[in-house]
């Protein structure tokens, strides 16, 4: 039998629970659908719950979603889901059952407000005022984490290390880093050791965690106990930044 979201195709009939109601909701009314999945011994997850999603900014900007919930144990987030491995995780959802965006760990307001902006314009409703995080994150969206905590929770969960890139997104070096050495599929590959992390300089989640580089893009690798194992500062080309990956990767 073939799946019906996503991965399988199934007879409507055979859907069942909320999940089910929500997506069938979407599509006879033509609306896009935000599936916020969770786990019950998830910290991040509450505290997404409790300040993020229900920040007045946030439920203003997500009205044009339909909006579920669901633990990532339950039977029918297991079958219509992609499979997920951290919580929290973010589904947005067209009508049709196409992932646009896949959201993992926590978020504050900002960053998430991006996202929500780049699924909309992503599904064609996307006011000409919002910033999509298109214009800001041009690097493959579930690759990275955007706060230490949920990337070091989630490094501990798989087994690997972290990488943090640290930018200037008004850089024009910072952009090419992105755009051109961390899209690589030879550095993406090389890199699937590392749980990848992205902060902005002077930011301040890059302050509190120690990451002040005069350079930006500086690249940080860490184990997750803290341990520094290389910190690349500057641009580098994909050869070049090769270098810096597999050095780092002999320290661990």
Known sequence: MKKFL???SVPILLLSGELKNTLMKAKREHKPVMVYVKAESCTYCQKMKNTTLSDGDIQQ??????FV??????????KYLPVTQY??????????FKVVNTVKGYLPKDDFNLWINDSKSKLGILGTEEKS??????TKGEDWFYDMASAEDYARQTGKEIMVY????RSSWSQRMRQETLSDERIKDALNQFVWVKLEKN???ALSHGFSPKLAPTVYFRKVDGTELATAKGYFSPKDFLLWVNYAKGKM
Do not use: C, M
Not at 61 to 66: P, T, Y
């Open 69 to 78: 919930e669901v633990d990532k144990a339950d039977a029918e987030a297991i």
């Open 6 to 8: 996503l991965f399988i």
């Open 87 to 96: 919580t929290p995780t973010i589904y947005f959802i067209s009508p049709k």
């Open 133 to 138: 995080v298109h214009e800001v994150f041009t």
């Open 203 to 205: 930011s301040a989640e």
């Open 61 to 66: 900007n997500i009205q044009d979603f339909i």
């Open 166 to 169: 640290v930018e200037n997104r």
